[in-house]
Nanobody, 124 residues
Framework: QVQLVESGGGLVQAGGSLRLSCAASGRTFSSYAMGWFRQAPGKEREFVAAVSRNGGHTAYADSVKGRFTISRGNAKNTVYLQMNSLKPDDTAVYYC?????????????????WGRGTQVTVSS
């Protein structure tokens, strides 16, 4: 069983930055890729970023490329999402998820454990 707990969300002005963290329980953290997804009010959950099990490969949604950076610290069982140049369209609940594989995958069915999410609100 894996438990994922997100933190770091909050209210920020457009152009600002936030760093999300996701702490994972369990001894298999370093064996699997991790990802971030988000869900805005009235919209479906969407892929944001993913990182392979050793951090060597990453994937990003086009909407966040160049602004967001995903990373992981396997010694701390933690994955991070650094979000810069935030826009009001980035407002959403952000979810951390564990992949079923070691590869940085981008679709929801490829993830088997999810956190409860952390709210990010970007004001204009």
């Amino acid at each position: 069983q894996v438990q994922l707990v997100e933190s770091g969300g909050g209210l920020v002005q457009a152009g600002g930055s936030l760093r999300l963290s996701c702490a994972a329980s369990g001894r298999t953290f370093s064996s699997y890729a991790m990802g971030w997804f988000r869900q805005a009010p009235g919209k479906e959950r969407e892929f944001v970023a993913a990182v392979s099990r050793n951090g060597g490969h990453t994937a990003y949604a086009d909407s966040v490329k160049g602004r967001f950076t995903i990373s992981r610290g396997n010694a701390k069982n933690t994955v991070y999402l650094q979000m810069n140049s935030l826009k009001p369209d980035d407002t959403a609940v952000y979810y951390c998820a564990k992949a079923r594989t070691a590869v940085a995958v981008t679709t929801m069915p490829e993830y088997d454990y999810w956190g409860r999410g952390t709210q990010v609100t970007v004001s204009s």
